[in-house]
């Protein structure tokens, strides 16, 4: 078996989510990947956030969603003042590119379980 | 410079995203690869289909993120007949674990042209 990380629970919807998708450049490996860290973690304070996923592949593609329970929470959260640093940092130095984008979760489902076998 | 993938277009608001969230199993390398492949070539040959991403890390866990045009686009690539075989294998095979959220994109920013070096 794999080791799995936790999957960002399927609240009841409507939530929103925060879709980021970036290219990482070959910059500040280790103040990245502690930034990122501490970023999770900050989240995970704010009012209404409700869960967050990431994968990067080993060309430096990543996806980051994070889940949150109305607009108000990502907005407040885009303008914590930590978190506007590490956008500072990020833009001047860690991402090549990205895009950002702003969702109403309408529906969800999770992987069915399988048939017993017989 | 990194060698970038081409990031899914950013067209107009409102449209439809999908957010799939996996962890792969252990099994089915070659055969899950080639599937992956084909369903981003069939999937971009669908009506409604605006753009995808994907990141998938060492551990296999991935987000891919597919927008389309309406929430009869994403029903009826759901039920395409092909598609539909590749769910059932990765039910079977691929995944232990996802995933899936269907989402209202209402609001999308592309990263900002850094200021010139003075």
Redesign the interface.
Known sequence: ?????P??A?PPTPYY?V?F?S????QGHDDYAQTADRMVELAAQQPGFLGA?????????????SYWSSLEAIAQWRQHAEHRIAQETG??HW??????????????????P?PSAS
Chains 1, 2 share one sequence.
């Open positions: 078996m794999t080791t799995m990380p999957f960002a399927l989510a879709i998708t290219q990482r450049t070959a996923d990431s994968a990067r592949n080993a060309q430096g593609f990543g996806i980051t969603t833009r001047a991402y090549a590119d990205y895009t950002l984008r702003i969702a109403k979760v309408e529906r969800s489902y999770a992987m069915p399988l």
